[in-house]
């Protein structure tokens, strides 16, 4: 019996490897997904970077307020400013308390100074000027009392007499002279009354707080001895 001899070839299998899933290693499919979302960031804070897929975000850092409540960062600048403000608000309002009040000082002072010199402008003029008439006994009567001028002349006291109003027999007085700023502004007035008991009315003339006695002698006026006693009360 002839024996036939086959010979085997491998058989030629031609895989079409696009529709053969099976030969792919994959991963086992899942029903769960993974998302990469953003994290939401704070307006008030640092802005998000990025890098390539991943995110990475500087989170807040949070303090605690007064009242046990939370607050960003950012808001703690303001808040510390605020309490700044607030210590150095009563010391700038001391300052410009006193300044104001300096000023205020030194404007009503200015002004009472004015309206005291406008006074005596129109009441004594320029130079200061003071006119009396008096009834002394040299050469006058109460019909033709002595006429009486005061002048501050330039600082210089100067006082002229017109017995019983006669210019003719005109008298005139030095007084003191006044030493100071503005003095060459101060009026000299005077009155006549006995102030040493000798029945005549004497001269007695006001400079501010100074008093100056001339006594009469019957005849003119003479300023005062040492040791001559007078009342002025």
């Known amino acids: 019996m002839q024996t036939r001899e086959t010979t085997r070839r491998p058989l030629d299998i031609d895989f079409d490897v696009e529709d053969e899933d099976r030969y792919y290693v994959t991963r086992p499919h899942t029903s ?37 409540g939370v607050t960003s960062k950012a808001m703690a600048p303001s808040l510390a400013s605020r309490a700044r403000h607030a210590q150095h608000f009563p010391l700038i309002a001391i300052v410009l308390g006193m300044m104001m009040m300096a000023l205020l000082a030194v404007t009503f002072s200015a002004i009472g100074s004015w309206w005291q010199i406008h006074q005596q402008d129109v009441t004594y003029g320029r130079p200061r000027t003071f006119q009396v008439d008096a009834v002394v006994g040299h050469n006058d009567s109460p019909a033709n009392p002595s006429h009486f001028i005061f002048l501050n002349l ?11 109003g006669d210019p ?55 300023p005062m001895r040492p040791g001559e006693q007078v009342n002025l009360g």
Do not use: K
């Open 32 to 68: 769960a997904r993974r998302y990469d979302i953003p994290a939401r960031r704070d307006t008030l804070e640092t802005p998000v970077t990025e890098t390539g897929a991943a995110i990475q975000r500087r989170r807040s850092v949070m303090t605690s307020a007064v009242s046990g």
């Open 154 to 164: 330039n600082r210089h006291v100067v006082i002229i007499e017109l017995p019983g």
């Open 168 to 222: 003719a027999h005109a008298r005139i007085y030095s007084g003191p002279t006044l030493f100071g700023d503005g003095q060459d502004l101060t009026p000299v007035t005077a009155e006549f009354r006995d102030v040493n008991g000798d029945g005549r009315p004497d001269m007695i003339v006001h400079i501010q707080d100074q008093t100056l006695v001339y006594i009469n002698d019957g005849t003119q006026f003479r």
